[in-house]
């Protein structure tokens, strides 16, 4: 009992910095769930396309209901070991099999924005195998 006493004031003095629990608390794994759609593939939707190239820019909708036959939702969910759940939605509505509009907390970039000025790409030549030009016979 007077051991447990002795170790009383560093157990209490160890439980106000969170690095030593952090260590002590079981380990658990990044959990991710859905579909992840980022900012380029949404650029690449526009008016008008099919539900076929819906499907390979973005690829299989999560939830397809239907009762929502012209609506397609897609949505990821990350929740990490340690720290917040972040969670993303896309829904995507078609109208004769077309597509009218994307809504969703997943935008495509602004393109009015000024990007940074991309480096100019340097064409090289790469001359092609020698040829030996036939050579003609002599006439005697």
Same mark, same amino acid.
């Given at each position: ?22 260590? &002590?608390?079981? =380990? ?29 820019? &973005? ?8 009762? #929502?036959?012209?609506?397609?939702? =897609? ?6 070991? #340690? ?58």
């Amino acid at each position: 009992m007077k051991r447990f006493l002795l170790l009383l004031p560093f157990l209490a003095a160890c439980s106000s910095t969170p690095q030593i629990t952090n260590y &002590l608390s079981p =380990y658990r794994i990044d959990v991710r769930q859905g579909n992840f759609v980022s900012q380029e593939m949404v650029a690449q939707l526009k008016p008008g396309l099919s539900r076929d190239q819906v499907r390979f820019i &973005l690829g299989s909708p999560l939830v397809a209901d239907m009762f #929502h036959a012209d609506r397609w939702d =897609y949505v990821y969910r990350f929740q990490p070991g #340690h720290g917040e759940v972040q969670q993303r939605t896309l829904t995507v509505f078609f109208q004769d099999n077309k597509l009218t509009r994307v809504a969703g907390d997943v935008v495509a970039e602004d393109s009015s924005k000024a990007a940074a000025p991309k480096p100019a790409t340097q064409i090289i030549d790469i001359p092609g195998p020698v040829v030996a030009s036939p050579v003609e016979p002599e006439k005697k």
